[in-house]
């Protein structure tokens, strides 16, 4: 079992920045991929951003690119999303994902997930 936290959404206006974190437990890490999707009402959850827990493959969505890093500080046992640049269409609940094995961006691909965290930016 994997379980996942997430924290660190909120308000922000355009152009601003916010961090997200979420915070693993339960296991050990090796070979365990971690990525970020988000949901808005009515849309199905999209994916965001993804990296393995040793780093070695990162990627983005192209909505985001260049606009959000993935990060990861295994003594802690967290994977950061810096978001950068935002948009009010990044506006969405964030949720950080887990599984074993090869990445993925599906979401039905991953078996453990957090709460989720809001993140809202205004125009």
């Known amino acids: 079992q994997v379980q996942l936290v997430e924290s660190g959404g909120g308000l922000v206006q355009a152009g601003g920045s916010l961090r997200l974190s979420c915070v693993a437990s339960?296991?050990?890490?090796?070979?365990?991929?971690v990525v970020w999707f988000r949901q808005t009402p009515g849309k199905e959850r999209e994916f965001v951003a993804g990296?393995?827990?040793?780093?070695?493959?990162?990627d983005f969505a192209d909505s985001v690119r260049g606009r959000f890093t993935i990060s990861r500080d295994n003594a802690k046992n967290t994977v950061y999303l810096q978001m950068n640049s935002l948009k009010p269409e990044d506006t969405a609940v964030y949720y950080c994902?887990?599984?074993?094995?090869?990445?993925?961006?599906?979401?039905?691909?991953?078996?453990?997930w957090g709460q989720g965290t809001q993140v809202t930016v205004s125009s």
């Open positions: 339960g296991r050990t890490f090796s070979g365990v991929n």
């Open positions: 994902a887990a599984r074993v094995g090869i990445g993925s961006n599906k979401d039905s691909d991953y078996d453990y």
């Open positions: 990296t393995t827990w040793s780093g070695g493959k990162i």
